[in-house]
């Protein structure tokens, strides 16, 4: 099959096929590209202007700066939900299978709840609870 | 080459045709909308691409979500003042070739709240509208309609010679004047470049 090719590559190496139907997938690829870059380049003008190349695409006009800081209190703010979100999820379980369970699990779930409430007081005292 | 030939050869079993005709078959069968809906208008649009009419039969299914690369922007809906800045920016944004489907009464004059004191009454007083569809607002089949005339008029346009298409010639501008808000509403009231105002014309 590789001796009817009408290109001339060395018959004895087993990849040779493959090298030629690479170059093939390259150029069947390159085609459609270049054609379309010589339209645009010899054919269809380029009409740039400010807001064609504004970065933003939305309609809205971009104002203000996009380095700002974020206030660190809304950091805690995140983080105390996040908190208190685990625990929701803890929660929903216990209070499902809260009839069938022994003293010792109650009381863990317990001590896991007055430590999440010490916290809470301690955001509190600390202020994090009311926006400045 | 001469049509009466090229329907003849076609008879034979010989099929001729023009680099200009092969690339707006290709054109015309791939525009692409771009994603945005101004009021009701916008459910029969969206009806449109839907099963049961199907916009994809006619190569338009791909609405885009960005201005850089849609081609066919159907304005559907009623265009308020605050929202025509952006319509006429998104407009610039398109890259060319790009055209306009007004869609509903209120797109193409204001419909039943032009006397509001916050309507646009017609987005052709800012850019060039293609096609126009009455109806308030116009079934799935009218803007079908509308599509079929806008594919037609894009696969007669010419690629060379003085009446080749806008997009072609290189001093026609890409960009509309974005209208500001004024003491009064919007500034400029129009752009007297492509809105001539049918009452004036009359009156000469």
Redesign the interface.
């Known amino acids: 099959m590789v001796k009817n090719l009408p290109i001339a590559v060395p018959v004895e190496h087993p990849w040779a096929t493959i090298v030629v139907l690479l170059a093939a997938a390259i150029v069947f690829g390159a085609i459609p590209l270049a054609m379309a870059w010589l339209w645009a380049r010899f054919?269809?003008?380029a009409?740039p202007?400010?807001?064609?190349n504004?970065t933003y695409?939305c309609?809205?006009?971009a104002k203000g700066d996009a380095w700002i800081q974020l206030d660190v209190s809304y950091y805690l703010y995140a983080i105390v939900f996040l908190i208190f979100d685990v625990e929701a999820v803890f929660l929903l379980p216990f209070a499902a299978a809260f009839s069938g369970l022994s003293l010792a699990a109650c009381l863990a779930m317990l001590v896991f709840l007055l430590l999440l409430v010490e916290g809470l007081i301690w955001a509190c005292q600390k202020g994090v609870l009311s926006w400045g | 080459m001469d049509q009466d030939l090229k329907t003849e050869l076609s008879k034979h079993g010989i099929f001729a045709t023009t680099f200009e005709e092969l690339y707006n078959w290709g054109r015309k069968n791939s525009v692409w909308p771009l994603t945005f809906g101004l009021a009701c208008c916008a459910i029969e649009m969206i009806a449109t691409t839907m099963a049961r009419y199907d916009l994809a039969r006619f190569g338009a299914e791909v609405f885009r979500p960005s201005p850089r690369q849609a081609d066919l922007m159907i304005v559907s809906g009623t265009v308020t003042k605050k929202m025509a800045p952006q319509v006429v920016r998104l407009y610039n944004q398109m890259p060319e070739p790009k055209y306009v489907i007004a869609m509903g009464a209120c797109a193409i004059s204001g419909g039943p709240f032009r006397d509001g004191y916050n309507v646009l009454k017609g987005i052709d007083r800012y850019i060039p509208v293609d096609v126009h569809i009455p109806g308030c607002p116009p079934r799935p089949e009218a803007l079908i309609h509308a599509f079929m005339t806008l594919q037609e008029k894009i696969s007669t346009q010419h690629l060379t010679g003085e009446a080749r298409a806008r997009h072609l010639k290189a001093e026609l501008p890409s960009e509309f004047p974005v209208p500001e808000f004024g003491e009064h509403g919007l500034e400029p009231a129009q752009n007297d470049e492509i809105f001539h105002n049918p009452l004036k014309v009359l009156q000469g």
């Open positions: 054919f269809s003008p009409k202007g400010l807001q064609k504004a695409e309609g809205l006009e």
